[in-house]
């Protein structure tokens, strides 16, 4: 009994890490897409993967610092680092000429990419009800970004920011089972802050003539601001959840929380003063948390 309610606990964590990297996340795209046509984007994520292993290694150092085992097979990081940095890479590339709701569209591809892989890496298995689980949270997902608009729907049309943004999400979708592939037992914080090192290591080694090009001091102060927020909270913050999240559950199940990102881009953009969407988008919103619900229940974790 006690084992069952620890593994209870272990998995409703799981599930309420990935609730808040789905808020943080969300965040990203709102702010990053004021900004992605001010900064270059290997310059932006390299500074933000500095100023994200300075938050971690402090967090890090203060608790006991890096073991020696954490720095077994040091390429593991160097894998992670390079997948989700050049994810952050395609990612603010594509905002530059990709209208948000294409971008949107392409980013709840996500899970089923990331299940494929799961299966692949992992051998996890999806079942026939984590299958409908994600068609439904696909639809709630679409619902919520062309607002209930079908005509919005019909008008789809994939350009190049698209395309480049959806290669940046096939290395996102890999990235969810490596974390568990390659973890060997590493406390989050430190698995978090040595992959962050790492990214920041490749970017940097990449960017070197964009981050000397780029004029600091002239940049607006939303690049700042965006800047703060994504070292802190969409770097961080979301790695570790992310990382955590992805220790616990399946693939598929992790990368669902993907389609509740549109719904909280809406919050975001009303925080921003960007207005509020109509109501009837609401159900999109529903059919998402219907989704997510039917993936609470336990099933060859």
């Known amino acids: ?35 992605a046509n001010d900064i270059s984007p290997t310059a932006l994520n390299a500074v933000r993967f500095l100023l994200a292993a300075v938050i971690m290694g402090a967090l890090v150092f203060a608790t006991g610092g890096v073991p020696r085992a954490a720095l077994r097979a040091p390429w593991r990081y160097l ?6 940095g050049i994810y952050f ?5 594509g905002l530059k000429t990709a209208p948000p709701i294409s971008t949107a569209a392409v980013f709840t591809l996500i899970p089923v990419m990331s299940a494929g892989f799961g299966w692949l890496l992992l051998r996890q298995v999806m079942t026939s009800r984590m299958a409908l689980a994600l068609a439904i949270g696909g639809v709630g997902a679409l619902w919520v970004i062309f607002r ?13 920011g698209e395309v480049i943004y959806f290669v940046g999400c096939i290395f996102h979708a890999l990235f969810t089972p490596m974390l568990r592939l390659l973890n060997r037992g590493e406390s989050s914080m430190v698995y978090t802050f040595l992959f962050m090192v790492s990214g920041f290591v490749l970017l ?6 964009d981050l000397m090009a780029t004029d600091w001091a002239a940049l607006p102060g939303l ?24 220790r616990v559950l399946p693939s598929a199940k992790v990368m669902a929380y993907t389609y509740l990102t ?40």
């Open 148 to 160: 209930a608009d079908i005509s919005a729907l019909m008008e789809f049309a994939v350009g190049r």
């Open 89 to 93: 890479v395609l990612m603010f590339e």
């Open 262 to 301: 549109p719904s909280w881009v809406i919050c975001w953009e009303m925080a921003l003063g960007h207005g509020a969407p109509p109501l009837v988008v609401l159900g999109g919103i529903v059919l998402t948390v219907v989704a997510l619900a039917m993936l609470l229940k336990d099933e060859s974790v």
């Open 223 to 246: 690049v700042w601001v965006t800047l703060a927020y994504l070292a802190v909270f969409a770097s961080a913050g979301s790695f570790f959840m992310l990382q955590y999240g992805a």
């Open 204 to 209: 940097t080694a990449w960017g070197w003539g």
């Open 1 to 35: 009994m006690a084992r069952a309610l620890r593994a209870v606990s272990t998995n409703a964590r799981g599930h309420l890490a990935m609730l808040t990297f789905s808020a943080l996340v969300a965040g990203s795209f709102s702010l990053g897409g004021m900004i």
């Open 79 to 84: 894998v992670l680092g390079g997948l989700f």
